[in-house]
């Protein structure tokens, strides 16, 4: 490609890089006011929370369990090679809880209620239904957008108290099998010396999550074209770019919660 | 059914009240990109009025529905509703208009979540919130008797005919007695039986309701049916407008050949 052509491709790019986050960012404005001026639909909201949270369960439940067991096993046999079998409870407890509890639980949600959120949508979209609830003269910020990313952020930090507690149970479990121990002396000694800054920052962090997973996931379907494969497209770019933004999101976080939760 | 018979009985009834126009567009301009879509354009509709807007595909006619209801913004001229400049208002600003308008989409944008019913009461459920369950249920069912679905109630839009779900789309347009009806292409896709009875339903409502109607339609014998006046439109303008006789009168060559083709 002759270098100018080249050029102009790459101004190209970045025109759009920037143009995406001016449109999220007007769109997160509107939705934010359309949030804080009633009429306030409560309706919709719960049915939301219903979506995200009630049925995100099992899910959640599952991966969280998962974890658990993973780093049960891989925490016993490090530990074990360097003497310090004594620490697997602390292990366990700060590994779930502290890091792979929340990120897990933001993907496992970006993947289940991205999508979903995304598709649905952008269905509605280019079906002209957003336009006809707006003909209707409701705000679809509001009654749409507003709703999913509320019912995102509140349910992702109960949803993350799910998987830490399925995780820490099965993680307790698979060691349980190789040596006995009870459940109590495991959350006796795991939680040991444990502050506030230790467990509340990383679990509340995911209601970042929840903001980021929401908002990608509507932007993305109310600004949908081109019928079916418009609504394929919503849907996966949802899911990756929440996904992307997420675990950027959890640098910052992390170093964040460092800083003020020391 | 609707006969050219009563094309005639339907003038001589006209029954266009007042001199203010209640929807008036004047010299609006409205291009997507490179494509100039209305150039120009000017009409205006009184209460109890009827206006056919007919033309060729692409002529701008769904677009100046679009804009009337305030779907998009024109890029000059303006829009008045009831001697309010619509032009430029914000979406929450747009709100109070919207509810004196009703909007048939093409499509009939039924929310396919909804059951036919749950559809009818939307608008209702969202503006008139002081009513009960029993009221709302009430005027669902009078407004399905209107359009003759009242056996639709608990059915879902995917299982009706594309009749049923304009006749259900119109219905819903109809839940906050509006003073103004848009119609977009309310007879597309519909088999001539279907297609009549729309016409009749359409005529019974403005006998009864007296609203000021516009209605884009490619089909001709609906648009004398239903219609005071006929526009047609080409190239984003108004060629000829008046009774379907003083079209036949014009010494247009487009308007010929569209009556010729029609």
């Known amino acids: ?262 | 059914m609707a006969t050219v018979e009563n094309i005639a009985m339907r003038h001589e009834d006209s029954d266009a009240e007042g001199n203010a126009p209640v929807v008036a567009v004047e010299d609006v301009h409205k291009s997507f990109g490179q494509h100039k879509v209305l150039n120009g354009i000017s009409l205006s509709v009184r209460r109890g009025e009827t206006l056919a807007m007919l033309g060729r595909s692409g002529t701008g006619k769904s677009v100046l529905l679009r804009l009337i209801i305030g779907l998009d913004q024109p890029d000059s001229g303006s829009i008045r509703i009831n001697g309010e400049d619509i032009a430029g208002l914000a979406l929450d600003q747009l709100g109070g208009i919207r509810k004196k308008m009703g909007f048939l989409f093409q499509h009939a944008a039924l929310y396919d979540s909804l059951t036919v019913g749950e559809n009818v009461a939307f608008p209702l459920r969202h503006h008139k919130r002081e009513m009960s369950n029993s009221e709302r249920s009430d005027r669902v069912q009078q407004l399905l008797v209107e359009v003759g679905l009242e056996s639709a109630l608990n059915r879902m839009p995917s299982d009706i005919s594309g009749g049923m779900q304009k006749r259900a789309g119109l219905a819903r347009a109809l839940a906050l007695s509006p003073e103004i009806l848009l119609l977009d292409e309310p007879t597309a896709g519909l088999d001539p039986i279907s297609s009549r009875e729309i016409d009749d339903l359409i005529l019974k409502l403005q006998r009864e309701r007296k609203m000021a109607s516009i209605v884009v339609t490619h089909d001709l014998f609906s648009a004398r049916t239903i219609s005071n006046r006929l526009a047609l439109l080409d190239q984003g303008n108004v060629v000829v407008e008046g009774k379907f006789e003083d079209l036949q009168q014009s010494n247009i060559a487009f308007v010929k050949e569209f009556l010729k083709q029609a």
């Open chain 1, 1 to 262: 490609m002759p270098p100018l052509a080249l050029v102009n491709s790459l101004l190209a790019y970045i025109d759009q890089f920037f143009g995406w986050f001016g449109s999220l960012g007007i769109f997160a404005w509107k939705v934010a006011r359309a949030a804080v001026t009633p009429p306030y639909e409560w309706r919709e909201f719960v049915r939301q929370l219903d979506e995200v949270g009630s049925k995100s369960f099992p899910l959640v439940a599952l991966a969280g369990a998962s974890v658990g067991i993973v780093i049960s096993l891989e925490a016993r046999y490090s530990l074990t090679r360097f003497g310090a079998k004594s620490m697997f409870p602390a292990t366990l407890v700060y590994s779930v809880i502290e890091v792979m509890g929340p990120i897990i639980t933001g993907l496992v949600v970006s993947g289940r209620v991205g999508a979903g959120i995304g598709a649905e949508l952008a269905s509605m979209k280019v079906t002209e239904q957003i336009d006809a609830i707006e003909a209707s003269a409701i705000n679809p910020y509001r009654l749409l957008a507003a709703t999913r990313i509320l019912a995102c952020v509140l349910m992702l930090p109960l949803l993350t108290l799910v998987a830490d507690a399925c995780g820490l149970l099965t993680g307790w479990f698979a060691q349980s099998l190789v040596e006995p121990l009870s459940f109590h002396q495991f959350i006796e000694s795991g939680f040991r010396g444990a502050t506030f800054n230790a467990f509340l920052p990383p679990t509340f962090k995911t209601a970042v999550y929840g903001l980021i997973i929401g908002l990608i996931a509507c932007f993305q379907g109310m600004r949908t074209r081109g019928g079916a494969e418009g609504v394929g497209r919503a849907a996966t770019n949802s899911v990756v770019l929440a996904s992307l933004f997420l675990i950027l999101a959890d640098v910052v976080l992390v170093k964040f919660i460092l800083v003020v939760f020391p």
